[in-house]
């Protein structure tokens, strides 16, 4: 057998391939060609670092070399020096925004430093397309443990004794789901796998697939050995053509190596998995909507009980679990129950992935351990607020969740406490928003997407949700009244109580918690017909601070509709009526003597 | 990417870990460098002079062994060179070592060489004395 000297994985996620990683294997084969390294190097395309803002990202081992924004161009230096010399290219190395330091190891970075890594652990170390590196790091070794030493239910009991909730937003315990569908009655079950991945933000499930997609089909065949199911659905959208590909490629490779099909290692376990493709819709994310459309029905949910655990796809028993709550599957059967509790927060056992965006300066996906700070995500992971602008408010939990305002920065991630402070986990997005951020416009915008989304089932969600937004909308054009408030709260209180599935039961959220932490910014927009934030075009106004102007008549000369007044010598005045607020005159004053308010 | 087709499915758990240990070669590397304070390391000196005195043929030579020695807290890097100014005559030299003791180092590490050094140094604990420096 040989043996490569060196490995360069290079990040081939889909965020890495829209910056380039492509061209950079290409360069880089050519290099390690022309320097007769080709032979002793192996070039793997690895799943997503997390680190997306940063790429493409490219590591070179043995020395485990993390490089960043790597260019075509850059290949050559790095097989010239680093490789066949030994001297590392420092240039590449990352540089922390507000230090200035470089880090030549991914582990020192404060990225990293604070995350801990389960379900994303094999991400970016195994090739996603090659079985064989997922064998060689125990690779289903929990699947050939639970099908020679455990029982079912020995399998459901150190699930349950693990803790574990499910990822997919509601955070329900997944060991209990396991064993009501264990109970239930039929010679038929079925396992599901949601990788619809609704939430705008989120692309942790993507990520998963794309880096490490056996580790979902173990996981998939310890649920269905557990249950006594014998087929599997991946329900994933159409949208994420290379998590597609390479789950369908994993599938193959496992069918060859005799993982899936008939008799799995000899025993009496058959067990199969098909990819079911969805177009997209958010509410087809909900588990009863998921079944019907894989059933080649409607999307659209149904009422429960019964939940598909008694009553699921094609009315037989259905385990349906989240990408990122199955990863953790196979490790928890390896390293024992304690080893999962042992990780996160009391009744909040184990990590969660974070899609980390907005005003922060290090974005990207974050793994951590349970009961961790926000401040802590948001200032040791994230690196701080972009630009030095202040720190206004967390958006967790996508469309159905809520903003974090600065009084609960230091609470706990934890399923609870999110839901505690008006927000929810959900799947796992985290926008943070600095003081430039309006928040009655952010409320907006997540209910635009709802309204947009709602399947029409049910009158509260599609009609009061519109309504929800209508008001939003004339709020932040100036037309709001006092008594809008008071409505706001009250609608989205029935839409909540009234919706039949969570879409609608969730889709006030934005609102209300935006109601509850910036209650002075919605009435800055209702009495004072103000925004704060500068958000809301219709709100603001130019104005010119008479004691900053010095008469240079710069700003008349720029307004395109002519409308400031004013000549050398005599301080210039902008005329409101006739303003269309295009902020030309502010950028153009040498004296930042034009304010917006 | 090539994956080795499988002249048969596996059919017992017992044939699934000999398939396995088969694989570890693959991984080894980015595995062992996730945990850098566990690890030791041959450093193999790959300036100018150590590549023509042969440094890459020793390096791959102690990669094979250490993968056949199944020793999964071993690294071997290239690093720069390790000669004192205009003094090429003992490359290729290779320096080993483990987490919070003093460094070995050897010198004129040919293939065979190279191949004792994991055998003895690096599997049994004990230093080759003909070769250090
Ligand atoms: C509107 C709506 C959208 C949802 N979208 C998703 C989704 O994209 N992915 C997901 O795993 N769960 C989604 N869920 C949650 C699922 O209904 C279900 O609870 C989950 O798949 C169960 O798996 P878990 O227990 O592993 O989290 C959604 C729920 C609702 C109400
Ligand atoms: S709450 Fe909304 S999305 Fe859910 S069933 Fe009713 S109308 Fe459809
Ligand atoms: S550009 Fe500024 S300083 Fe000049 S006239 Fe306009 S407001 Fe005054
Ligand atoms: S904002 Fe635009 S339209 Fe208004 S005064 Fe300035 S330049 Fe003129």
């Known amino acids: 057998m040989s043996n490569y000297r060196l490995q360069i994985l290079i990040c081939g996620g889909t965020g890495c391939v829209s910056s380039g990683c492509l061209e950079v294997e290409d360069a880089l084969v050519e290099s390690l060609r022309k320097h007769g390294l080709y032979e002793e190097t192996k070039v793997i395309k690895v799943g997503c670092f997390g680190f997306c803002e940063q790429g493409p990202i490219v590591k070179v081992y043995p020395d485990n070399t993390f490089y960043v924004r790597v260019e075509a161009k850059d290949c050559e230096e790095i097989v010239a020096e680093h490789l066949l010399k030994g001297r590392p290219v420092k240039r590449l190395f990352f540089k922390e925004p507000s230090t200035g330091e470089r880090y030549s190891h991914h582990r020192d970075m404060p990225f990293y430093e604070t995350q801990v890594r389960v379900a994303l652990k094999l991400c970016g170390i195994v090739d996603p397309e090659n079985i064989e590196d997922y064998l060689a790091v125990d690779g289903y070794d929990a699947l050939a443990k639970a099908l020679t030493e455990m029982t079912q239910m020995d399998v459901i009991d150190v699930i349950k004794a693990s803790g574990l909730r499910g990822r997919g937003g509601g955070g329900f315990p997944t060991g209990r789901k396991w064993e009501t569908a264990y109970n239930a009655e039929s010679n038929k079950k079925y396992v599901i796998c949601n990788a619809d991945e609704g939430d705008p933000g989120a692309f942790m499930d993507r990520s998963i697939m794309e880096g490490d997609p056996h580790s979902v089909i173990e996981a998939m065949a310890l649920a269905a050995y557990a249950i006594g199911a014998d087929e599997g659905v991946v329900y994933i959208r159409a949208e994420y053509p290379l998590a597609v590909n390479r789950l369908k490629i994993a599938i193959e490779q496992a069918k060859a190596y005799g993982l899936l099909g008939k008799n799995i290692l000899g025993t009496d376990f058959n067990f199969d998995i098909q990819v079911n493709l969805g177009a997209?819709?958010?509410?087809?994310?909900?588990?009863?909507?998921?079944?019907?459309?894989?059933?080649?029905?409607?999307?659209?949910?149904?009422?429960?009980?019964?939940?598909?655990?008694?009553?699921?796809l094609w009315k037989e028993p259905t385990v349906i679990n989240n990408v990122e709550t199955y990863v953790n599957i196979p490790q928890i059967i390896n390293n024992g129950a304690d080893w999962f509790q042992s990780l996160g927060a009391p009744g909040n056992p184990g990590t969660k992935v974070f899609a980390l965006a907005g005003k922060i300066n290090?974005?990207?996906?974050?793994?951590?351990?349970?009961?961790?700070k926000i401040s802590d995500i948001i200032y040791k992971i994230g690196g701080g607020i972009r630009g030095g602008k202040k720190f206004k408010a967390l958006q967790t939990g996508g469309p159905s969740g809520g903003c974090i305002s600065q009084e609960n920065i230091d609470v706990e991630v934890t399923f609870d406490n999110l839901e505690k402070v008006g927000s929810m986990m959900g799947s796992g997005g985290m926008i943070v928003m600095d003081e430039d951020d309006c928040m009655v416009d952010i409320a907006k915008f997540y209910l635009d997407f709802t309204v947009e989304e709602s399947c029409g089932k049910c009158t509260p969600c599609r009609i009061g949700n519109k309504r929800l937004y209508e008001t939003l909308e004339n709020i932040s054009k100036g037309k709001g009244k006092i008594e809008d408030l008071e409505e706001l709260r009250d609608l989205g209180v029935i839409i909540k109580d009234c919706s039949l599935c969570g879409l609608g039961q969730t889709a006030p959220n934005p609102v209300?918690?935006?109601?509850?932490?910036?209650?002075?910014?919605?009435?800055?927009?209702?009495?004072?017909?103000?925004?704060?934030?500068?958000?809301?075009?219709?709100?603001?106004?130019?104005?010119?601070?008479?004691e900053k102007c010095i008469a240079c008549t710069l700003c008349k000369r720029v307004c395109p509709v002519d409308c400031i007044i004013g000549e050398p010598k005599v301080i210039h005045v902008i005329d409101q009526a006739r303003c269309i607020k295009c902020g030309a005159c502010e950028a153009k004053c040498p004296k930042d003597a034009i304010v917006k308010q | 990417m090539s994956m080795t087709v499988p002249a048969k499915k596996i059919t017992s758990r017992q044939e699934l870990a000999e398939l396995k240990k088969a694989f570890k070669g693959h991984t080894l590397m980015r595995m062992v460098s996730e945990e850098p304070e566990k690890r030791r390391e041959i450093s193999v000196s790959m300036?100018?002079?150590?590549?023509?005195?042969?440094?890459?043929?020793?390096?791959?030579?102690?990669?094979?062994?250490?993968?056949?020695?199944?020793?999964?807290?071993?690294?071997?890097?290239?690093?720069?060179?390790?000669?004192?100014?205009d003094d090429c005559s003992a490359e290729p030299i290779v320096k080993v070592e483990f987490p919070g003791e003093k460094s070995v180092r050897y010198k004129n590490v040919d293939v065979a060489t190279g191949i004792e050094i994991v055998q003895q140094h690096l599997a049994k604990g004990n230093i080759v004395e003909r070769a250090k420096i």
Do not use: W
């Open chain 1, 362 to 372: 290090n974005v990207g996906l974050v793994e951590v351990p349970m009961g961790i």
């Open chain 2, 47 to 85: 300036g100018t002079c150590g590549i023509e005195a042969g440094a890459r043929d020793t390096m791959l030579a102690m990669l094979d062994e250490v993968v056949a020695q199944e020793l999964d807290d071993v690294s071997i890097m290239a690093v720069d060179c390790m000669s004192p100014a």
């Open chain 1, 512 to 546: 209300l918690s935006t109601l509850n932490f910036f209650m002075d910014e919605y009435r800055a927009h209702v009495v004072d017909k103000k925004c704060p934030a500068g958000a809301c075009k219709d709100l603001l106004e130019y104005v010119v601070i008479p």
């Open chain 1, 280 to 312: 997209g819709a958010f509410v087809c994310g909900e588990e009863t909507a998921l079944i019907n459309s894989v059933q080649g029905e409607r999307g659209e949910p149904n009422f429960k009980p019964p939940f598909p655990a008694q009553v699921g």
